[in-house]
């Protein structure tokens, strides 16, 4: 896997202090106003989920905490990710990680 260096994140340990950024009107904000998209997608057929930030794959995982450990890989050290707002969980949240079978009982209910 390639690692991704990225801008602090709200809900991210940053690697390096920097100043909070200034919301029109003088009001600082805990993060900067940009930050990656990070997407979780939807299950392959294995039950394993591609993780992007952006345009850039970080990896496949196959539990939440490989998500985890992907963006940490990535330099994003979200502290919580299964309930941060930076982390987009398509197909399912982080308790939905089905494998083979269950897909094939799915199809099976459908009369697929």
């Known amino acids: 896997m390639r690692t991704v260096p990225h801008p602090a994140l709200p809900g991210v340990l940053p690697g390096a202090d920097s100043p909070p950024a200034q919301q029109p009107g003088g009001m600082a904000t805990a993060h900067p106003p ?11 057929l294995d039950g394993s989920r591609r993780v992007t930030s952006g345009e850039e794959t970080l ?7 490989d998500v985890a450990e992907l963006l940490r890989l990535a330099d994003l050290y979200v502290t919580d990710v299964e309930s ?29």
Do not use: Y
């Open 59 to 65: 990896g496949i995982a196959s539990h939440v905490d």
């Open 34 to 44: 940009e930050h990656p998209h990070i997407v979780v997608h939807s299950p392959a």
């Open 84 to 112: 941060s707002d930076l982390v987009e969980w398509q197909g399912g949240g982080p308790e939905d990680w089905p494998g083979l079978h269950e897909h094939h009982e799915h199809h099976e209910h459908r009369g697929e």
